[in-house]
């Protein structure tokens, strides 16, 4: 009864290397989000989608290419990691109002080598 | 531009006693405010939201919080800490007409001394 999850929980990788974040919400909102907390807890939006399209792209690189399928996933596709893109990222869903709330998946911690 | 502050990085109780986490807001408009938990290791957990109702706003866990107009604060208050308060607290503001998007503070660690 999870509602939102994604996968992988952690994720080791080395420098240059492509991965994928996986994100699906059973909550039925038409708005996910990529959020991501760096060392020093911070956290910071990176993408919001509205019904697969992509509302908010938050001068994000390149290497970083979100993709969604259907209104209830939201993947998250990363190239050529570098050390900096260690951090946690968390999926979110939600209203898409600025009164309704985001709810969150459980996190990825990536880690670049 | 919606900001949200909060003042301390760091609060330390002990068990049975007040919690005051403390957040400052800043909003051209009429603001929605949440304060988010994010235990170790764990995603983030909604704690109370304000969405410009009663100005006193009641959450799970015993905290309640209050929307202050004129000292543009939103201060997360508990009356009796549990070791189990202990985590990461985020105040957060939505930004206007950006579809839900949350700018949130920087944090604020609650420990809880037995």
């Known amino acids: 009864d999870t509602a939102v999850s994604q996968t992988p929980k952690y994720l080791v990788t080395q420098m240059g290397n492509d991965k994928s974040i996986k994100c699906e919400q059973n909550?039925?909102?038409?708005?996910m989000y990529w959020y991501k907390q760096d060392s020093k807890k911070f956290l910071k939006i990176m993408f919001s989608?509205?019904?697969?399209?992509?509302?908010i792209n938050e001068t994000v690189p390149n290497r970083f290419s979100p993709k969604s399928p259907d209104k209830a996933h939201l993947n998250l596709h990363i190239n050529s990691l570098e050390l900096g893109d260690s951090a946690v990222y968390f999926c979110?869903?939600?209203?898409?109002?600025?009164?309704?709330?985001?709810?969150f998946g459980q996190g990825t911690r990536l880690t670049v080598v | 531009a919606q900001s949200v502050t909060q003042l301390d990085s760091h609060v330390s109780v002990s068990e049975g006693t007040p919690v005051l986490l403390r957040c400052n807001y800043s909003?051209?408009?009429?603001?929605?405010l949440f304060w988010y938990v994010q235990h170790p290791n764990k995603g983030l957990q909604l704690l109370l939201k304000?969405?410009?109702?009663?100005?006193l706003v009641k959450g799970i866990n015993g905290f309640e919080a209050e929307f202050k107009k004129s000292e543009t604060s939103f201060h997360l208050t508990k009356p009796s800490a549990h070791m189990s308060d202990a985590a990461e607290y985020f105040c957060?503001?939505?930004?206007?007409?950006?579809?839900?998007?949350?700018?949130f503070g920087q944090g604020t660690e609650l420990s809880v001394k037995p």
């Open positions: 979110a869903s939600g209203g898409g109002r600025e009164d309704t709330e985001a709810f």
């Open positions: 957060v503001v939505s930004a206007e007409n950006q579809g839900g998007k949350l700018i």
């Open positions: 909003s051209s408009y009429s603001p929605s």
């Open positions: 304000y969405t410009s109702a009663a100005t």
């Open positions: 909550l039925g909102h038409d708005t």
């Open positions: 989608y509205n019904n697969k399209e992509l509302i």
